[in-house]
């Protein structure tokens, strides 16, 4: 099970957090990823990490401006999003998948949060 929280409402250059509690697979040797969608556009993924080593991926979208990390004690997933920008504004599910697996297309993730919705204003 996948919960996210810490969604909400931020003008443009601002920041949030979100966080991902994981339970109920095993999470020391897994892939946690945070996707985004809004309405009409295929779900895209942003950033992901791979427990066991730390080793991530980012979307150029969002590179240098997010930052994923993990809890693995607590088993919690962090999406931190500075410099926000309008485009921001989405969906955003976090995901989890046994082993490392790429996120950024050609993998189906098997695990889903119920998304938290990010809105950024001009």
């Known amino acids: 099970q996948l919960v996210e929280s810490g969604g909400g409402s931020v003008q443009a250059g601002g920041s949030l957090r979100l966080s991902c509690e994981a339970t109920?697979?095993?999470?020391?040797?897994?892939?946690l990823g945070w996707f985004r969608q809004t309405p009409g556009k295929e779900r895209e993924g942003i950033t992901c990490?791979?427990?066991?080593?730390?080793?991530?991926w980012y979307a150029d979208s969002v590179e240098g401006r997010f930052r994923v990390s993990r809890n693995n004690a607590e088993r919690t997933l962090f999406l931190e999003m500075n410099d926000l920008k309008p485009e921001d504004t989405a969906l955003y599910y976090c995901?989890?998948?046994?082993?490392?697996?790429?996120?950024?297309?050609?993998?189906?993730?098997?695990?889903w949060g119920q998304g938290t919705q990010v809105t950024v204003s001009s």
């Open positions: 109920g697979f095993a999470y020391s040797v897994a892939s």
């Open positions: 990490i791979y427990t066991a080593s730390g080793r991530t």
């Open positions: 995901a989890a998948a046994p082993g490392w697996h790429f996120c950024g297309g050609g993998y189906e993730y098997p695990y």
